[in-house]
Nanobody
Framework: QVQLVESGGGLVQPGGSLRLSCAAS????????IGWFRQAPGKEREGVSC????????YYVDSVKGRFTISRDNAKNTVYLQMNSLKPEDTAVYYC?????????????????WGQGTQVTVSS
């Protein structure tokens, strides 16, 4: 059974940092491009960042560039999202997902597996 389990969310003050983890079981993450998505209350789910399966190229939406860093540890079968300089508008449930080949980095229609999500709240 395939499972993606996110962890590391929580409540943080503006300007703070969090590191999200996405641990996989039932599949080998380095066979997939992996994306991080988020959904804020009342808003549609949006892609935030992704990392390719082959060359490790990374991609970020403009709103998080320079603040978020995606990485993968194949030995631990885990992908991370380091989030620095957090802003209140980063508040959302964050999801990791496996991305099918041929689909764009932020294209949710190309997702085979989703995690259950982890809540990130940025507030003073």
């Amino acid at each position: 059974q395939v499972q993606l389990v996110e962890s590391g969310g929580g409540l943080v003050q503006p300007g703070g940092s969090l590191r999200l983890s996405c641990a996989a079981s039932g599949l080998t993450l380095d066979y997939y491009a992996i994306g991080w998505f988020r959904q804020a209350p009342g808003k549609e789910r949006e892609g935030v960042s992704c990392i390719s399966k082959s060359d490790g190229n990374t991609y970020y939406v403009d709103s998080v560039k320079g603040r978020f860093t995606i990485s993968r540890d194949n030995a631990k079968n885990t992908v991370y999202l380091q989030m620095n300089s957090l802003k209140p508008e980063d508040t959302a449930v964050y999801y990791c997902a496996t991305l099918r080949s041929g689909y764009g980095c932020y294209d949710a229609t190309g997702v085979d597996y989703w995690g259950q999500g982890t809540q990130v709240t940025v507030s003073s």
